[in-house]
């Protein structure tokens, strides 16, 4: 099983991006999901999540521009990024519980660079 992150870029402030977090291999579906993200020198920190109900809860520093949705059919979580900021400027982790046949297990993306340039 895998956790694949991919979307970053680099971007002017105001700009947008897409993250996409897709869970490949032998499994059921993903449940609860989460996007972290740890700029230099600073702690990683939880920018939004959703459940498997799709109930999502936000940094407040990202609400109202950042949303977090999900494709089960793909088993995949986005990060919609609107009205991006220099301080956004981070490495964007995944993390997700994901249904195996043989239990419950969690995991983490690889990380995708986003840099917001102003």
């Known amino acids: 099983v895998q956790l694949q992150a991919s979307g970053g870029g680099l971007v002017q402030a105001g700009g947008s991006l897409r993250l996409s977090c897709v869970a490949s291999?032998?499994?059921?579906?993903?449940?609860?999901t989460a996007w972290c993200r740890q700029a230099p020198g600073k702690q990683r920190e939880l920018v939004a999540s959703?459940?498997?109900?799709?109930?999502?809860n936000y940094v407040d520093s990202v609400k109202g521009r950042f949303t977090i949705s999900r494709d089960n059919a793909k088993n995949t979580v986005y990060l919609q990024m609107n009205s991006l900021k220099p301080e956004d400027t981070a490495i964007y982790y995944c993390?997700?519980?994901?249904?195996?046949?043989?239990?419950?297990?969690?995991?983490w993306g690889q990380g995708t660079q986003v840099t917001v340039s102003s």
């Open positions: 959703i459940s498997g109900t799709s109930t999502t």
């Open positions: 291999g032998t499994i059921f579906n993903i449940g609860f």
């Open positions: 993390n997700a519980d994901v249904k195996r046949t043989t239990g419950l297990y969690n995991y």
